[in-house]
């Protein structure tokens, strides 16, 4: 497709920068020393258990690169955290966790980033991770190298590395400021499976510049992409406005969230894919499902539904709703 010249969007990734920062709303007030969330929930394993997996919001600098549609920013700080806050962030969690098998500490950034997470502090940060099966971080692909490999050395588990993939629209991907193609996408997963680092990538249904058809295609291509990368999970998640940017382009009539269909569709399309993949699995994201739907009375049926294709990986048994008439 090609985009409208009417977009009152930069052109150039700098001018990106700023025009994203200009339209931000405020940060939320965050502790160094604490993580701003935590929690434990199911999610299916490589060996198709549906185990309990712990994951830790790190508070930490904010990432370097300005993602037009990333709300993460939100929680991070504009300086590095002292060494040993990442460590007293992680036990404050898992002091008050349940026990988990697998661990994600998600920083709202890159793991890898040396400005975000104290390299010094990876010794301190592995001990405390020595029962865990796997451990998840993730990272932009410019920051996965030594630092990883060094990291992964240190771990008594399977160190797995999230990527955001985001699109492989060609005029689309660009826009969304990441600074990244697909060329170096490709390269750093094929990086990955040389020193035996699983790869899990973040696909996103409907980002901003898309109609509803073009979110489900461009999103199936992306899955496409991310398992002919090797990628071991695929996680689908629908565009949501709130970091300002896409409030503006929102208001202007360039951005919509998905509609709930458009997931489901996307993820449908990703469990036939997974067949011809027997290690990969892909899940739909179904945080705050209810700002994509239109229907209180089949909402809680059709969240419940994508939960359970989660975990087992197979389409689930659709149905039409009395209320709205929608088929799913």
Same mark, same amino acid.
């Given at each position: ?6 977009? =009152?969007? &930069?052109?150039?990734?700098?001018? !990106?920068? %700023?025009?994203?920062?200009?339209? !931000? ?19 299916? *394993? ?6 309990? @997996?712990?994951?830790? #919001?790190?508070?930490? !600098? ?6 037009? +549609?990333?709300?993460?920013? %939100? ?20 002091? %008050? ?20 997470? &104290? ?12 029962? $865990? ?17 060094? $990291? ?15 699109? @492989? ?10 600074? +990244?193609?697909?060329?170096? #996408? ?22 901003? #510049? ?22 071991? @999970? ?6 949501? =406005? ?12 360039? $951005?919509?969230? =998905? ?5 489901? /569709? /996307? $993820? ?9 993949? =027997? ?10 499902? *209810? ?9 809680? @049926? !059709? ?5 359970? +294709?989660? #975990? ?17």
């Amino acid at each position: 497709m090609t985009l409208p010249d009417s977009i =009152p969007y &930069p052109t150039t990734p700098a001018a !990106r920068d %700023r025009w994203i920062l200009d339209h !931000r709303p405020a940060r939320h007030e965050v502790n160094p020393l604490r993580p701003y969330a935590y929690l434990v929930e199911p999610e299916r *394993a490589a060996n198709s258990e549906v185990v309990p @997996v712990a994951t830790v #919001f790190l508070t930490n !600098r904010e990432c370097p690169w300005r993602c037009l +549609m990333c709300d993460l920013w %939100r929680n991070t700080l504009t300086t590095t955290v002292p060494p040993g806050a990442i460590t007293a962030q992680i036990d404050y969690a898992l002091q %008050r966790l349940p026990a988990a098998r697998q661990i994600k500490l998600y920083n709202s950034g890159s793991f890898f980033d040396p400005r975000a997470i &104290p390299r010094e502090d990876y010794a301190a940060i592995a001990s405390r991770l020595q029962g $865990f099966e796997r451990v998840i971080v993730e990272c932009h692909p410019s920051l996965v190298g030594e630092a990883c490999w060094r $990291f992964q050395g240190m771990l008594q588990g399977q160190l797995e590395v999230a990527m955001g993939l985001e699109t @492989v629209h060609p005029e689309i991907g660009p826009l969304l400021n990441k600074r +990244m193609t697909l060329e170096r #996408f490709a390269a750093t997963a094929h990086l990955l499976q040389q020193h035996a680092v699983a790869l899990r990538v973040f696909v996103l249904v409907k980002p901003p #510049f898309m109609d509803e058809a073009e979110g489900v295609y461009w999103a199936e291509r992306s899955v496409d992409f991310a398992l002919d990368c090797g990628a071991e @999970v695929v996680a689908l998640i629908p565009t949501r =406005p709130g970091n300002g940017a896409l409030d503006v382009l929102m208001a202007q009539g360039h $951005f919509s969230p =998905p509609k709930l269909s458009s997931l489901e /569709a /996307a $993820f449908a399309y990703a469990l036939t894919r997974v067949q011809k993949h =027997p290690k990969a699995r892909v899940f739909a994201d179904v945080w705050d499902l *209810a700002q994509f739907s239109s229907c209180d009375d089949c909402l809680p @049926v !059709r969240e419940e539904r994508l939960k359970q +294709m989660n #975990f087992k990986q197979q389409i689930a048994p659709g149905f039409t709703c009395p209320g709205c008439g929608e088929s799913v």
